[in-house]
């Protein structure tokens, strides 16, 4: 079982490293947002204040940070669950390919959001 | 006449124990007139002798050297010989075989699996200049014997490998054991097989199955904290398939 | 299942029952994750649908998930940062304080942002 496993799993100790950098760094910045978004002005979440948010350059970087991690820790979160199983064993390929299409995805989706406001 | 402390006396215990024959599984309850001192294996021998011959569980030293007679006991992996019927302080004791291994009957487990993971490790000095016509000593440090020490006490029961969520949920996975007893050698100075053993610890049944529930700290009777051995193992092996990778660039 | 077992803690340590709840509560954030991306579509359809979507999820009733979605959010920060700091190899001699300490920071941050969100939603 072991010969193939070597050579192409770089991923993985990236997978892991990233898992726990993200980690950190979501740590921060939901705190943040959740501040923003609850904690701070009454009014935050009202149409033109998003609106505003979005348009706001230094915004714009952090949600597109936030936006990167979140997607990475989640679904690859969901892929460790998944390769913890059976199932996972027998299909470890398809479940690599079909995460990283859904990061992709969740990602390209929400820059899209992003640079229409 | 004297003045007996009751604690001492001992009294009636029920075991409760989970068997199985081979196409179904039951409980049986048996009652064990347990002393001070005496422990669950003892108590196991005694139902065997008086009960039930075919009452079957593994055991071999009777004292905690083997690793042969570790089952669930009142829902914790323990070592039968090492645990005390009357410091269990119930009247009624439950006994189960381990968890996460096949049964085979009543308390006996197959280990095939769980020794074969332990050898795919290569859990053993490897050296490029093995000569054993002229065998050379081989200097160490106290300091370096300390480092690895405590992982080398280990005595392969399977308690930690019986109750890991990830060994649970895929049978293929390496388990605690196995990984402690490859950093182990992997941090002996006296070591140059870090390479070889990777290969196996780098793998989808390695490192990478490691979510640190702890678990198998927390059980094993050695206490020699395999979850720390997995932690600093996968460090380890992120650092040399990085550079590996690097390498090959 | 077999995938049960990740949740069997009868006899087990609350090391064990931490990763249980982890695994749980990073499922729930995924499911919302995706319910808090599909969401902001509605900003593409224009002021009034939007404020109408606010206008029903940001209310007294809603205020019960919203708290206990928060509670699910820093029990699996907190729990997670304690994972990354061992992960790392780091403070494990001391992981049983650390542990302990884990729990109250939650309780504690749980109870101050939904004493916060109550204030923002009810007003007091
Ligand atoms: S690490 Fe501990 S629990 Fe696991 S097999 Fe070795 S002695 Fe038993
Ligand atoms: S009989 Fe050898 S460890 Fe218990």
């Known amino acids: 079982m072991a010969e193939e496993l070597h050579t192409r799993k770089v991923l993985e100790p990236l997978g892991w490293i990233l898992q726990l950098l993200t980690g950190l760094l979501l740590a921060i910045l939901i705190t943040f947002h959740f501040f923003e978004t609850h904690l701070i002005a009454h009014d935050a979440l009202a149409f033109e204040n998003v609106i505003a948010r979005l348009t706001d350059p230094a915004h714009k970087v952090m949600y597109g940070l936030l936006l990167a991690s979140v997607s990475f820790h989640a679904f690859n979160g969901l892929r460790a669950i998944l390769l913890d199983t059976e199932f996972g064993a027998r299909n470890t390929k398809a479940i690599n390919i079909l995460i990283v299409l859904v990061i992709l995805g969740a990602f390209i989706y929400g820059l899209g959001l992003l640079f229409t406001f | ?249 | 299942m077999d995938l049960l077992k990740w949740f069997e803690v009868r006899g087990k340590s609350l090391f064990y029952i931490s990763y249980s709840l982890h695994r749980i509560t990073g499922l729930i954030l995924v499911l919302y994750l995706v319910m808090h991306l599909s969401y902001l579509t509605s900003l593409r359809f224009g002021e009034e649908i939007y404020e109408s979507f606010i206008a029903t999820t940001v209310t007294p009733t809603f205020l019960i998930f919203d708290i206990l979605l928060v509670l699910v959010g820093v029990y699996h920060g907190v729990n997670g940062l304690r994972l990354i700091l061992h992960e790392f190899g780091l403070a494990y001699d001391v992981r049983r304080p650390i542990l302990y300490l884990s729990y109250f920071l939650v309780l504690v941050l749980w109870l101050y942002a939904s004493y916060k969100l109550y204030v923002f939603i009810v007003g007091v």
């Not at chain 2, 829902?75 to 009357?86: F, S, W």
């Not at chain 2, 050296?127 to 081989?138: C, G, H, I």
């Not at chain 2, 969520?165 to 990984?179: E, F, I, V």
Request: proline fraction near 4%; glycine fraction near 6%.
């Open chain 2, 1 to 249: 006449m004297e003045n007996k402390d009751k604690s001492n006396m001992g009294r009636d215990v029920i075991f409760r124990i989970k068997r199985f024959d081979g196409e179904k599984s039951y409980w049986s309850d048996f009652v064990v007139p347990a002393q001070k001192g005496m422990t669950v294996l003892e108590g196991l021998y005694y139902i065997k002798g008086t009960y039930d011959g075919s009452l079957s569980f593994r055991a071999s030293c009777r004292m905690g050297i083997c690793g042969s007679c570790a089952m669930k006991i009142n829902d914790k992996p323990r070592l039968a010989c090492e645990t005390q019927i009357l410091q269990l302080n119930s009247s009624k004791i439950k006994i189960e075989p381990l968890d996460n291994f096949r049964v085979l009957k009543d308390l006996i487990t197959d280990f095939e699996g769980f020794f074969a993971k332990h050898e795919a490790v290569k859990p053993y000095l490897i050296r490029k200049d093995d000569n054993y016509a002229e065998p050379v000593e081989l200097i160490q440090k106290p300091e370096e014997l300390h480092a690895y020490y405590d992982f080398t006490l280990c005595i392969k029961c399977g308690a930690c490998f019986s109750v890991c969520p990830a060994a649970a949920t895929r049978d293929d996975y390496l388990g605690p054991a196995a990984m402690a007893a490859a950093y182990r050698f992997n941090i002996d100075t006296r070591d140059e097989g870090r390479d070889e053993r990777m290969f196996m610890v780098c793998s989808d049944v390695g490192v990478w199955r490691c979510h640190f529930a702890a678990e198998c700290s927390e059980v094993c009777p050695k206490n020699i904290e395999p979850a720390k051995a997995i932690q600093k193992l996968r460090f380890q092996a992120a650092v040399h398939m990085i550079k590996k990778a690097l390498k090959r660039w």
